[in-house]
């Protein structure tokens, strides 16, 4: 018989995180015996040609990561009228009113909660580090065109406020591209303005936005014991900060399990086609604080 | 008879350069005005003003009694106005038909009734005498019949005056005949006309009258052109006397320089051969694709060479781009100056110095700037090149100086040995032709090979030690200059059978 | 009197031979992309379903509708980064319209009007102001883009009324709306360029402007038109977009332009201007369609789906040149 | 003889009127810049301070650098879309061969080698193949993109050389290197554009291609050295910036050729070939950076910063425009 087919379909395939998504994902179709299609989908048209494409395969069901959440009304329209089973992973689907859509099963955690994570290990450091949260100036790298990440950015500054960090030394640093020179650059103008802060935390959408903020406090001689930087992703970016034989301002990222949302996923949508087995409504998985200490162990317990 | 156009003391500037002041003359209906002067003199510029794309600075415009005020070549249009520009205003990717209604190309129901209009321009197409199959596209002919189709177009505006600006420069012997018969037919037909010529045998077969500018000035207007002698003409238009305008000498003549054995392309028929002496000017005459360009082109590297070989001095010349050429000492100076001569937005020092300049080089790397305008302004002064400075943009000259700047890239170079110009003196006028023919023997006294390609008999007979005719692609015979004579020469230019009536 | 006869002495009946060359030269385009249907067809599982090629089609009715304005701008020699931000706004402004309005020719009407606006705005800018086309169209890009954001507050509008959506996914004779609309797109604009005054004056403006102008043409006046009617395509796209996705999204649509302009060129399209055919384009756009399809299909990795787009770009121009090439030869 | 003369008479002393004329034109755009810049320092707070100067300069360093040798492909009526690929390729291939050699000179060496192929590529194919420069440089894009996620398997590649970083941040003489570099570029770009055979050659077969190929210009070959120059350029902007993030990423630089050809067209580079000034495009670099660093310094709401940037770009070249007119008038 013909190779059951589920698709992976994911916003940024030239993502270090979805690439390794797809490689937990891949590791599923191996193991349970179906064949994993993967397809990249930069917007909404890309994402509605992609599903079209899935059935012309017949494949049934997929597992997607829109890039933008508010698709969700049009994906599961797309879906149902190819009998496509789908389920969301990472970000969850809402529809025009922004609520999530109950139909569609859910893993993953929310931009908003991972922010608030990456939150949580600032405060703790500078807690650590014995900072006054008054003399601690805060980078929010911004990129608010990119609805996720905006939330996680604002899900870090609440976090920070909430604990009593003055709202006025929250500077953004809104950045052209989600790469690290643009990071770089739209720091290195934060940094100029705000002369007064001797220390500072940064965190943007990504690992490389963190970076950006971490090279341009360097070239200003705010160096690692003034700078304290949390990414998003845990990517190679962060890893490679951490191989460095001295510790840079680059603290820690904020890992998610590809392992889990990838295998997993793929998994629940396979058994939901074949065996009927609906998956739970939502999964939630939590995000883990990845510094340079524990980064050994957590890349074990996650599988990486 | 009441005048259908009056000039009435216009004047137009441009930046450094009056180029019309104060024109004042006037032209009746039935009557082909002739415009004479010298490049630069502001024959084109008045013409553009009768054409609505210039406005003058200063002056009265009338036609058919009325003051006119163009704001655009439309509005010309519309007052029955028709102008043939010196340079060719055609769109290459559209049809014959296209480009002659454009702008008012025939619609049924809204959409283009591309029949109609076919039929349309076939019919004046065979009016005018003019075989062209209105379906083909622009980019597939040749130069003569581009220039024919905008004559064509001209015509079908049905314009009340109609201008000619230099019609015959790319144009052979046989549209020539046409577009005079053409020009004396609209002439029977009432309409007032206005040509423009540097061929005075033209003038002088075509005009009623004539008018006379130099340096932006009418100098006078003749009334009856067949009264008026010739050199009279010329003193008028370039301000001293021109005795002999081709002022042939003869030359001592070295050993054979140069040697073209069976080159071969894709187009030609079969593979040609010739030979010359250091000293000698060959002219070379031909009616329109001959093939005379092609065989140089070959000769030059400009056009992929199937076999044969080129010896300068008993050396082989392995030119398979033009660059090798010149290194070897063989330059061509193109017939089409818009498309081959002119790098248009640079400036007229640029446009002299591009080739000769990899020979003073500084340090073997760095320009000599000083050096180079030196040289520009050398050329400027000795072909009285009309520009206001040597750093104007060349599109900006008139035509005419536009192709004396040319020639002056070519006569820049130093290690000269074959010198190819092909059509040279193509819209200059007798002056200045006159300062090219001394040139040319003055480059050929020197030793050099110097090669004319001209359509215009009386220039090829009048300067050449010897004559080489070609007809489709072929060598059709070889005169020197004792016995070679118009008839002789066009008995070998035209197809067999065809009588070389003149 | 023979004299007349010589100057097209080489071909002897030149209509004729112009004609059918002419056809073949349009043909060998299609011919080639049907090979390749074929094979395709043959190797490719699931590549010949009707779902997939409704799906192929689907994929590239945005890209279909704007290619054939697109043409027409490169034909006259123009250039027009906007059309990607175009789409977003007029998708955005439809939905956030729709929602306040609740009227479906309403919302659909004020896109199409805001489109018409911003190519309006183009061509001006452009013909009148003499602004460089790149920088004109790229500015109005990031300007169009920015208000896209601001209108919409950098958030997906939802759109909640069924009606509309039927804009997008409406079945007529087996095929999608979107599918039908991109085909009456490229019937218009074919004829338009063919066989109008305004098409031909287009491709005037394009080989030559002082001719076309010296002529009696309005050139300013027929570039505002053409960037005008490029500006309402592209809304339309936007719409279709929209209603699709169900959700007017501010970023949508980025890069699209570059795609549209390839798919333009594919097709035989000069940006040089004065040189374009409807056919070529329609080929042009299924390439890229079909290219992007098979990838899929056979699942070919992301990273290297790079590089084999690439190389069909460059197999497609260069067999195209060859064949030019061979042409001129013979 | 007075007719001779006459031809000069209008002005009496053309050589210098049209000296000091150029001087002016050139100097306008930089007088322009100047004004600009002053007002800003006096209203934007932070702006004039050495460290936002260096930030300004930093963050157009690569930029800068592209534009010198995309100013030469623009001004031969070329157009190429490859040099942000080609930035990423050579940092990540830097990155890697760095990683495994452990030597700095190899890494550079690799990178610009794959630079120079990359360009040589482009330069081939356009020059030769006769591909249209839009689609080559399309298809190296997406081609050379791909290689450089391939290599690198999509992740950045990490540097932990820190002699290498020195190629990013020594400072000398209160600058950082990238600085002097481009500082280089554009003196090297602008003596070659300005006073070698090179440049002028470069203008020429911009202006007329078959004009200047018969006046003994090696297009083709002039081509393939430009596109090759405009690729280790490009390379070694992608080293650079490898260096002062530490690490070869694969996503680096998209979009980049954008700002680029923005850059030299806002300097008054013409798209048609042709025309190209040294300091113009100097100028265009440095708008393009203050415009985004005064933005960011007053805290311009980041959709809001689309509008601004596009009208910037509208405002600049409408008063380019619009000087120009002034003087044809004069
Ligand atoms: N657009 C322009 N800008 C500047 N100068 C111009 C312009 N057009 C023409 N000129 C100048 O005006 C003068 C008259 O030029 P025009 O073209 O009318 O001469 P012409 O009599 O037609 O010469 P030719 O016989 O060479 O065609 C020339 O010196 C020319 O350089
Ligand atoms: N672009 C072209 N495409 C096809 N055939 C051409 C082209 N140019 C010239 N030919 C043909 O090549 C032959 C030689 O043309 P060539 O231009 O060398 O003639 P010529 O004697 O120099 O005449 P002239 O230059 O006055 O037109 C002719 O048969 C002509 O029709
Ligand atoms: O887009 C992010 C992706 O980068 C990864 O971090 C997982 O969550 C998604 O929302
Ligand atoms: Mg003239
Ligand atoms: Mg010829």
Redesign the interface.
Known sequence: AEPVKVGFLVKQ??EPWFQDEWKFAEQAAKDKGFTL????IP????????I??L????AVGLVICAP????G??IN?AAK??KLKVMSVDDQLV????KPIADIPHMGISGYEIGKQVGAGLLAEIKARGWKLEEVGVLRVAY????TG?ERTMGAADALKAAGMPAANIIDAPQAKTDTESAFNAANIAFTKNAKFKKWVAFGLNDEAALGAVRAGEGRGIKADAMLAIGIGGSQTALNEFTKPTPTGFFGTVLISPKRHGYETATMVFEWATQGKQPPAVTLTSGVLMTRQNQADIRKQMGL | MMAALQFDNISKVFPGVKALNGVSFEARPGQVMGLLGENGAGKSTLLKIL?G?YKPDGGRLVVDGQERHFG???DA??AGVA?I?QEL??????TVA??VL????P?RF???D?KAARQMVAAQLANI?????P???LS?L?I??RQ?VEIC?AVMQDAKVIAFDEPTSSLSH??T??LFRLVKRLRSEGRTLIYISHRLEELYELCDACTIFRDGRKIVTHDVMADVPRDRLISDMVGREVKDIYDYRSRQQGPVRLEARGLRS?RLPEPLSFAMRGGEVLGFFG?VGAGRSELMRLLYGADPRRGGEVLLDGQPVRASAPADAIAAGIVLCPEDRKEQGILAHSSVAENINISCRRHGLAGGVFLRHAQEAQRADDFIKKLRIKTPNREQEIRLLSGGNQQKVILARWLAEPGLKVLILDEPTRGIDVGAKNEIYKIIHDVAASGCCVIVISSELPEVLGISDRLIVMRDGRISGELDRASASETAALALAL?DG?TAAH | ????????AASPS??MT??SRALLKEHSMTLGYLVLFVVLSFSV???F?S??I???L??VA?IGMVACTMMLCLASRDFDLSVGSTIAFAGVLGAMVLESTGSVPIAIGAGLLAGALIGAGNGV?IAY????A???T??????V???A??AS????????DESF?AFG?TVVLGLPLPIWMTVVCFIIFG?LLN???F???T??IG??P?????????VERLRVWIFLLQGVVAALAGLI?SA????G??????GFE?DV??AC??GGVS?AG??ARIFGVVIGVLIMGTV??VM??L?V???????V???I??AA??LD?LKTRGER?S
């Open positions: 395939a030239e299609v993967k397809i990249g917007n909404g048209e890309k994402t509605l040609a992609a079209d494409n059935a012309a395969q017949k933008d959440v508010k698709l009304v049009a329209r009228r190819h529809d025009g009113a922004g608010d065109q990119l609805p905006r | 054409g794309q655009s070549a439309g249009i519309a102008i520009h205003q055609y769109v290459a990717e559209l296209e480009n454009l702008g008012r190309l619609t809204g959409l283009v591309h005498g003019v075989d062209l199959d379906a083909a596209r597939d040749s003569a019949q024919m177009k046989r549209e005949e046409i894709d009616l197809p065809a | 009197m023979n004299t007349t006869t010589s100057t097209t030149p209509a112009h004609t599982e699931n590549f379903s779902a997939n409704v799906g192929l689907l994929s945005q800018l102001l003499r602004v460089n790149l920088i004109a790229l500015a109005t890009m990031l300007m883009r920015g208000l954001f601001i507050q950098g958030q997906a509008v939802g759109i909640a959506f996914d004829v066989h109008t005054v098409g031909r004056n491709l005037a080989g030559n002082e001719a076309a102008r010296l002529a009696g043409v309005r977009l699709r996705i169900t959700s999204q501010p970023n949508a649509a980025t570059l302009i390839s060129v594919l940006l004065g040189k992007e399809n899929n299909l699942n990795d992301a990273f290297y789906q790079y590089l787009r690439g190389l770009l460059l121009v260069l040149q030869r």
